[in-house]
């Protein structure tokens, strides 16, 4: 009833940039806080970026300054630009949201994920 689906991801060099998309759709009465969080081979999932209602960000030591993450609270969309790409942001990357459907359950809905990949 709830689906979240990326796009974007891919294959680039170190320094490169990529730009991630999220689009959340279904039964959906409103959306708490979208985030990003990433998983390379061998390691736990960790958060990379996050975004409240109110615009609020949030962002793992590794990446402030070089990613960017967006809402558009109307289309129940979120973006991650993503710059001066790495070989260590090599994962990955999954959409998250916390929400409410209409039916007034709240709970957290996670994409199929995307895999980016920064050649050396």
């Known amino acids: 009833q709830v689906q979240l689906v990326e796009s974007g991801g891919g294959l680039v060099q170190a320094g490169g940039s990529l730009r991630l998309s999220c689009a959340a759709s279904?039964?959906?009465?409103?959306?708490?806080?979208m985030g990003w969080y990433r998983q390379a081979p061998g390691k736990q999932r960790e958060l990379v970026a996050s975004?409240?209602?109110?615009?609020?960000?949030d962002y793992a030591d590794s990446v402030k300054g070089r990613f960017t993450i967006s809402r558009d609270s109307t289309k129940n969309t979120v973006g991650l630009q993503m710059n001066r790409l790495k070989p260590e942001d090599t994962a990955v990357y999954y959409c998250?949201?916390?929400?409410?459907?209409?039916?007034?359950?709240?709970?957290?809905?996670w994409g199929q994920g995307t895999q980016v990949t920064v050649s050396s």
């Open positions: 998250n949201a916390d929400l409410v459907r209409y039916d007034s359950r709240r709970g957290y809905y």
């Open positions: 279904g039964s959906i009465f409103s959306i708490n806080a």
């Open positions: 975004i409240t209602g109110r615009g609020t960000t």
